[in-house]
């Protein structure tokens, strides 16, 4: 058949290997670095309101909300379940639902409402127009 | 056999269809529908199981999952059977479980990771649970058995639910019967007996009752307390020989006494069911040898429930089988990989009306160091007493009087603080505390004792809006074990919820975060005129709070109702109807271009393989719906792909009107009755992407030979000759099969058209979010379809006619909408920009 998109044909990502417990799952950037340093990763008008949309902190994937209460909040950019983008999952004020298979996630502490691990929150915030998030 | 307990009419194997069957996910194959088998099953479910494996379960049973600690009440007749089913052969369809029911297991290759049955099949897994749980013990008795092995008409274990109907049976022709086994399972079976007008012997080998629970004088007491409702008791003998040679006629015992009866129930303990893990190589000492994890000696096989033998002991009780489901579903889920089980401390009830006997732990002093306290009142038949060691109650035994077994329970399981005046834990000391109540309790206090749920729990599920016994029980799993603790669950709930104990409400609503039914919901958001989602929220919800797992819904259904008028917010879509394509599981998407009828060009195909190769797709199919798939585009090549192809978008994402197949009909088949190709056009192109509650998918067929699936649509159109044309609504052949009914048959395309339309539109206005025709149709039923779309009977054709209309005429191409401008932006970033992912494998 044609080309596949990425270079390797295997998961790359430890694992991630089909079949292996979700938990397991290891995607970098789910460890929050020891000392947060904040990084400007776009504008404030890159993320509509009740959207997400992904971005790169300081080589960390993220996710950056922005509730319609206009609150904003930052996750890891991939499912813990078996990573599904969660930057196109729905929000509410209480939880992040995963497009793929439909866990929510709480803002509140990452926990999911279905038992399938936590997210990693970052602190994000905007300043001057720009999104700040500290990994 | 008789009837299937939980089982359903189609049959006693239920293939799993799963939405998303995905052959990566491992297979997790269970031996034994029982106590312990199916309720891991659902601990794995619990923990998002179903999607990391695809679950077999193999039952020797032909029933459902059912309680089987309930067989006693049942034969007792105090307990229908229907009532003690616990998941019916439905509830693994609708989890996506294959279970092979009535299908027992001989044989593991360990090897090879296979697993042979009975009826012939071989079945590979990854991870194999054995839950095979114990067959009753049948001592070794001169005339038991027939020639062929089986046992003698009259004598029966008590086991399973097909020995208790029997059993049931006989009690209506016997009169006299004979209990081997003075344990729990023997006196429940004694009494239940003796319930039916049968005179009852109860023949016991050790010199008292109950002896793996009591002491000599406790058991003293019970054979009294057992003596007193009219059941005889045979102490400290064994029995011999079963007499009778076409049916059971007596018993010989030990001692030369002969014991007449038309009914021998053999109650003398169980043996663990290891056949299976000897035959397979597996170690075996008194059950299936396993480590803390529950491993066997083969890594991927485990063992759990009543044939497990863990560091040395085997357990007869559901709970300790019930903490085995609870640590494997940890370690496999990976939920928690280094959870572990490090045995259980048993507590025991004896579920007979008028012999109150509980008991936990040791029952008599074993130290030096032991305190032992107590109570003993042989004439009034109760006898309490409690071992303590090293100030940590130890074990207890309460006979005749059970009132202190909750708080007993508690301190025996928790090891928490004891009284300085010992005889506290078993007698309430008039000083003026009275015994506690439910507001007294305290929050962590276990209510139900075989699931470990707790006040708080309970408290718990009435807050987040569980309003019925039923539902908190569904929720929590309280009261789902013996049952012996409903009364007080209820009693729980009632007061958690300050009497308010209702029907569960929002089972009615169109969406979890409104509060209304359909038709109201409908209403309200045409009076006042909201027009978004977020409006309706504002207006609607309580409190104004926003639902995420509303949203999609609500968007379709503003969309129905306000055609062009509705106010579009990208973030209240479902990310497929955002980037108009279907989210698969590496986050790429899937392009699938309308192709009307299944009907192509070859310059329609070049264009698509141009886009193929351009944009690397990894895979190029035909689809079931007649049309072709890209599968696997990036979310960011989207709008270049759309632009590229220039062709409509197929809709295939969304829950809305997807394709109308059709054969090739008159112009080219030799049989063709009607031009289906063109009908089947026409209806496509009216109908192109109208939104409603879920999927809408149409075929149409030139003759009766259904080339083209007709029979099996939401909406299936067959020419029938002489320029008629029958419609059929609610078929399908999906995750449900079900052939359409005849809804009319009518004389034009024309009238075709128009009535599809009409029906689509009730369907849209009148269905619940994502109930497909196939339901939706027998819910209302054809002939209410038929008053109200062919007689109009409620006068509102010309309105579902307009309606439908003016969804119509607000139809845009998606695919040329969003294309160029993106509706916010952003909306075709990547959403996983580094990390690879797992791909859709590529062929
Ligand atoms: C591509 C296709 C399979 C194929 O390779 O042929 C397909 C693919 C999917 N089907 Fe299908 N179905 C496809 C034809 C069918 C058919 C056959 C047909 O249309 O005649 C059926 C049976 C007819 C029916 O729906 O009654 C069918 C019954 C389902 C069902 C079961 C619905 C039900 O209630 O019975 C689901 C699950 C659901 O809707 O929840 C489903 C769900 C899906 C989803 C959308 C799963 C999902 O939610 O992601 C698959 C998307 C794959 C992807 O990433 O693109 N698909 N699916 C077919 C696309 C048809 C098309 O051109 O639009
Ligand atoms: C009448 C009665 C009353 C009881 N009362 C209580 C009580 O009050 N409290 C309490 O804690 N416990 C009670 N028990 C015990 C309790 O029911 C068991 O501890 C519990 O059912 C054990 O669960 P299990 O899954 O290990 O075994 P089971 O529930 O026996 O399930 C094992 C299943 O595996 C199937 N099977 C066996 N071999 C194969 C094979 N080779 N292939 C396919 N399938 C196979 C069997 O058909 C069976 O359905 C009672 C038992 C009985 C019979
Ligand atoms: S395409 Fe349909 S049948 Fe095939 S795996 Fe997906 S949902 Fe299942
Ligand atoms: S990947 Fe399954 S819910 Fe997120």
């Known amino acids: 058949m044609s080309a596949p ?90 939880v992040l639902v995963c497009p793929l298979h439909l866990y929510g996630f709480r803002w509140s502490d990452g926990t999911s409402t279905g038992g399938v691990g936590r997210l990693t929150l970052y602190p994000v915030r905007e300043t001057d127009g720009l999104l700040v998030v500290e990994v | 056999m008789g009837t299937v307990l939980g089982g359903r009419p189609a049959g006693l194997t239920t293939i799993a269809v799963d939405d998303e069957l995905d052959d990566a996910r491992a297979r997790l194959v269970v031996v034994g529908n029982g106590m312990a088998g199916a309720r891991f099953v659902e601990e794995v479910l619990e923990r998002g199981g179903g999607e ?62 296979l697993v042979y049955a009975a009826d012939g099949t071989a079945t590979a897994y990854d991870h194999l649970v054995l839950a095979t749980g114990s067959s009753s013990f049948i001592p070794p008795m001169a005339g038991v058995r027939r020639e062929d092995g089986g046992l003698l008409p009259g004598v029966y274990g008590f086991r399973t639910l097909d020995e208790t109907r029997d059993m049931l049976a006989a009690t209506r022709r016997c009169r006299r019967a004979v209990v081997l086994g003075g344990g729990l399972l023997g006196l429940e079976a004694a009494r239940a007996l003796q319930g039916h007008g049968l005179a009852v012997e109860l023949v016991h080998a050790m010199p008292h009752l109950m002896n793996a629970q009591l002491d000599a004088e406790a058991g003293a007491i019970l054979k009294r307390s057992v003596e007193a409702l009219g059941i005889t008791v045979h102490l400290d003998v064994l029995a011999t020989e079963v007499l009778g040679t076409d049916a059971v006629e007596g018993v010989l015992l030990r001692d030369g006494r002969r ?162 005046e010992r005889i506290r834990l078993l007698v309430d000391l008039s000083d003026g505390k009275e015994e506690v109540g439910v507001a007294e309790m305290p929050a962590d206090s276990q209510v139900c004792n075989c699931n470990g749920v707790t006040k708080g729990a309970i408290c718990g599920a009435v807050a987040d809006g569980c309003g019925s016994v039923g539902a908190v029980m569904d929720r929590t799993r309280a009261g789902k074990g013996c049952g012996s603790c409903k009364a007080l669950v ?20 169109y969406v979890p975060g409104i509060p209304l039914a359909k038709p109201a919901l409908v209403a309200a958001v045409r009076e006042r005129d909201l027009r978004s989602v977020s409006a309706v929220f504002a207006a609607l919800a309580p409190g104004g709070k926003e639902d995420a797992r509303s949203k999609m819904a609500l968007t379709s259904l503003l969309k ?19 980037v108009h394509a279907n989210i698969q599981r590496d986050g790429t998407f899937s392009v699938v271009p309308q192709m009307k009828g299944g009907v192509t060009t070859p310059a329609q195909l070049k264009r698509i393989a141009e886009v193929a190769e351009k944009y690397e797709v990894p895979m190029v199919k035909v689809t079931g719906g007649q049309r072709i ?47 289906s190709t063109q009908l089947g056009i026409d209806l496509e192109t009216r109908f192109q992407g109208i939104e ?58 024309e009238a075709v058209i128009e009535l599809t339309g009409r ?84 062929r």
């Open chain 1, 5 to 94: 998109h990425l270079e390797a044909a295997a998961p790359t990502t430890p694992g991630t290997a089909l079949g292996s417990p979700a938990t397991d799952v290891a995607v970098p950037g789910t460890a929050p670095a020891p000392a947060a340093r904040a990084h400007v990763v776009g504008r404030a008008e890159d993320v509509p309101a009740g959207e997400g949309r992904a971005f790169v902190a300081g080589g960390v994937q993220v996710a950056v909300f922005r509730l319609r209460d206009g609150s904003l909040h930052a996750t890891q950019a991939a499912c813990p379940h078996a990573g599904g983008p969660l930057a196109d999952g729905q929000t509410d004020p209480d």
């Open chain 2, 52 to 113: 990391q494996f695809r679950v077999t379960v193999f039952g020797d049973e032909p029933h459902g999952n059912y309680n089987r600690i309930m067989l006693s009440p049942v034969l007792a007749g105090e307990t229908h059977e229907d009532d003690i089913v616990l998941n019916s052969h439905d509830w693994y369809a609708d989890n996506g479980i294959t279970l092979r029911a009535g299908v027992r297991v001989e044989r593991i290759d360990t090897a090879a990771k």
């Open chain 2, 259 to 420: 014991l007449d009866c038309d009914l021998l129930v053999v109650a003398a303990g169980v043996r663990p069911h290891t056949d299976v893990a000897l035959l397979s190589g597996l170690e075996v000492e008194r059950g299936v040898v396993v480590d803390d994890q529950l491993r066997t000696d083969d890594p991927d096989v485990y063992a759990i429930g009543e044939c497990a033998q863990h560091r040395g002991s085997v357990y007869g009780l559901v709970a300790p089988a019930w903490e085995h489901a609870r640590v494997l579903a940890d370690v496999l889920t990976g939920t928690d990989p280094t959870a572990e089980y490090h045995g259980s401390r048993t507590a025991t009830k004896l579920k007979v009306a008028g012999v109150d006997v509980a008991t936990m732990g040791v029952s008599a002093p074993e130290r030096d160091s032991d305190e032992f306290l107590v109570i003993s009142e042989p004439r009034r038949g109760v006898h309490l007493s409690v071992v303590i060691r090293d100030d940590r109650l130890v074990g207890a035994t309460l006979l005749g009087d059970t009132r202190k077994v909750a708080h007993l329970t508690q301190v025996f399981d928790r090891g928490t603080a004891l009284p300085e």
């Open chain 2, 490 to 509: 209820k009693q729980v709930v009632e007061w958690a919820a300050d009497g308010e104990v209702t029907e569960d409400p929002a089972a009615s609503w």
């Open chain 2, 560 to 578: 129905t109702v306000w055609g062009r008028d509705f106010v579009r917010e990208k973030d209240a879509e479902f990310v497929n109807d955002r």
């Open chain 2, 629 to 675: 798939d890209l599968l696997g585009v990036r979310k960011e090549d989207l709008p270049a792909v759309w632009d590229d192809l220039g062709m409509p978008s197929g809709y295939a994402y969304g829950k809305s009107m997807r394709t109308v197949k059709t054969c090739v009909g008159s112009d080219f088949c030799r049989f063709g009755l009607g031009d």
């Open chain 2, 692 to 749: 409603s509650p879920a999927k809408m998918k149409l075929a149409v067929v030139g003759c009766p030979r259904n080339c083209a699936e007709a029979y099996v649509k939401d909406v299936g159109v067959v020419a029938v000759g002489n320029g008629k044309w029958e419609v059929y609504v609610g078929g399908a052949a999906g995750a449900t099969v079900r052939k359409g009914d005849l809804l009319a048959t009518v004389d034009s395309p």
């Open chain 2, 759 to 842: 029906f689509l539109q009730y369907y849209r206005e009148n269905a619940h979010w994502l109930e497909r025709t196939y339901d939706f149709v027998p819910r209302v039923g054809l002939e209410h379809l038929q008053r109200v779309l062919l007689e109009d009977a409620e006068g509102i054709c010309a309105d579902l006619d307009a309606a439908m209309q003016r969804s119509v005429d607000a139809y845009t191409d998606p695919w040329g909408q969003d294309g160029r401008t993106p509706a916010t932006p952003g909306q075709f970033a990547t959403s996983l920009p580094l990390v690879p992912l797992p791909q859709v494998p590529v």
